[in-house]
């Protein structure tokens, strides 16, 4: 499977302005996972589907910022 590098580009700009730059992970979910998407976290546990990743990723974050 290939992608055109402006679309993985366009992709990870996202990904990065809504999570690291704006710290809208409500947002930041929507656009970056789909509905039923294996989140494979080595280190604090894999997760399954899109609302367990935003549950997940709004407590950690308010509790874990500087990461």
Known sequence: MT?????????FR???QLGAVNEDWDVWCDPCFTEDVTDIEHVLG????RETVRAWIKTTMADYGEI
């Open 3 to 11: 992608f055109d590098r402006d679309e993985v580009e366009a992709a």
């Open 46 to 49: 894999d997760k399954q589907g």
């Open 14 to 16: 996202t990904y990065w």
